[in-house]
C-alpha cells in the first residue's frame, strides 16, 4: 500500500511528464556530440580523450553542476523574501527540471517557462512564480554587464580572430533565424485575421477571455513584487547577484579547466570572454538546446588559440560536461522520490499583494 502511495504521489509530480513528453528530443540532442565527433579529424578513437588529465575531467564536472545549487539558492532567496516556505530540495528539484527543459527548446526560451510552471505548483501564485524566475534573469543580466566589459578588457585583442572568423556564419544563422521568426509572425497574423473575419465568431465571450484574465492577475501580482523587491528587497538581491557570480563563474571556468588538463597553455579570462560570447550567439541557435550550434560556435572561435589536433577533443569535451552530462544528471534528478506540496486554491492566493515574512 505504501509503495503503491509513493508511485501514486510520483506519477503527480509535473517534472515527469514533462521529461516523457520531450523524452525523444532529448535523445536526438544527446545525439550531436557523437555526430561532431564523427565530421572531426579525431573521428571515433578514444585514445584523443585520455590526454585530458581525470582530475581536469572531475573539477570540470564539479564547476558545471554548481549553478543547479545556486539557482536553488537564489530560489530559496526569493522564496523566504516572499513568504513562502518551499524547500531546499525541491527548488533543487525544479532547478535540475529546468535544465532538462532548457535542453529540449531552444536555447532564447531559457528556463523561465519551465520554472514558473513549477514554482506554481509549490504555492506560488503565477504572478510570484514569474517573478522569482524574472528577478533571476535580471541578475544574469547585471552580472553580464559587469563581467563582460572586465574580461574583454583583460583579454584584449586576443578575442578579435576567432570573432572574425565566426561572425560571417553567426550573421547568415541570425538572418536565417530573423526569416523563420518573420514567417511565424506573419502565418499568426494571417489566422488571427481569418478568425477575426469568421461569420461563426460570436459577439460575446472569445477565446481570449481567459488568457486575458491570466495576464493581468499575473501582471498585478507581478508588479507587486517588484514594488517590494524596490522598497525592501536591495539586501536579498545583492545577495542572489553575488550566488549568480558564482554560477556564472564555474560554468564558464569548465573550458579553461579542460584545456590545462590537455597540457595547452590555458588563458582564463580569454576563455572566460570567449565563454560569455558563445553562450550569448547560442540565444539565437534555433536547435533544441543549441546543439550542433554550441559546438560550432566553440569550435569557431577557439580555433585561434588550439592546435587543431586538439580542437575537435576540447569542444566535445567541453559540450558534453557543460551540458549533456549536467542534463543527464538532472533527468535522474527528477526520478527521485520527494512529497509534493500542494497549491492553494483559495481565492486570495493569487489575488492578494505579496508580502514578505515577519
Known amino acids: 500500500m505504501e509503495q503503491a502511495a509513493e508511485q501514486s504521489d510520483r506519477s503527480k509530480d509535473p517534472s515527469l511528464p514533462l521529461l516523457r513528453r520531450r523524452l525523444p528530443l532529448l535523445l536526438v540532442t544527446l545525439a550531436a556530440p557523437a555526430l561532431f565527433l564523427m565530421m572531426t579529424d579525431g573521428g571515433w578513437s578514444l585514445a584523443a580523450f585520455r590526454r585530458i588529465h581525470p582530475l581536469s575531467v572531475l573539477a570540470a564536472v564539479l564547476l558545471a553542476i554548481v549553478p543547479w545549487f545556486t539557482d536553488a539558492a537564489r530560489s530559496a532567496l526569493w522564496c523566504r523574501f516572499l513568504g513562502r516556505p518551499v524547500t531546499y530540495a525541491r527548488l ?46 535580471l541578475s544574469d543580466w547585471v552580472f553580464y554587464l559587469i563581467a563582460a566589459p572586465c574580461c574583454l578588457a583583460v583579454a584584449g585583442t586576443a578575442v578579435l580572430p576567432g570573432m572574425q572568423v565566426a561572425l560571417p556564419d553567426v550573421a547568415r544563422a541570425a538572418l536565417w533565424a530573423a526569416g523563420c521568426g518573420a514567417a511565424v509572425l506573419l502565418i499568426a497574423y494571417e489566422v488571427r485575421r481569418r478568425r477575426r473575419k469568421s461569420p461563426e465568431r460570436s459577439p460575446g465571450r472569445t477565446w481570449l477571455d481567459r488568457p486575458v484574465r491570466w495576464c493581468t492577475r499575473t501582471w498585478r501580482d507581478l508588479a ?135
Open 92 to 137: 533543487l528539484r525544479i532547478a535540475a527540471a529546468a535544465e532538462v527543459g532548457a535542453a529540449v527548446a531552444p536555447p532564447f526560451v531559457g528556463t523561465v517557462p519551465v520554472k514558473t510552471v513549477l514554482l506554481s505548483r509549490e504555492g506560488c501564485s503565477d504572478g510570484e512564480a514569474l517573478a522569482i524566475t524574472t528577478l533571476a534573469s
Open 224 to 358: 507587486g513584487v517588484y514594488r517590494l523587491v524596490a522598497r525592501r528587497g536591495a539586501a536579498t538581491f545583492l545577495l542572489a547577484l553575488l550566488l549568480t557570480g558564482v554560477q556564472w563563474g564555474c560554468r564558464y571556468s569548465v573550458p579553461a579547466v579542460l584545456i590545462a588538463g590537455m597540457g595547452l597553455p590555458s588563458q582564463p579570462a580569454l576563455f572566460f570572454a570567449l565563454q560569455i560570447i558563445i553562450y550569448g550567439l547560442t540565444t539565437f541557435v534555433p536547435t533544441p538546446g543549441g546543439a550542433g550550434g554550441a559546438e560550432a560556435l566553440f569550435t569557431l572561435l577557439h580555433s585561434p588559440h588550439l592546435p587543431g589536433e586538439t580542437l575537435g577533443v576540447a569542444t566535445v569535451a567541453w559540450r558534453v560536461v557543460s551540458f549533456y552530462l549536467p542534463v543527464l544528471l538532472a533527468s535522474a534528478i527528477i526520478f527521485l522520490p520527494l512529497p509534493h506540496a500542494r497549491r492553494s486554491t483559495g481565492p486570495s492566493d493569487s489575488a492578494a499583494a505579496p508580502t514578505p515574512p515577519a
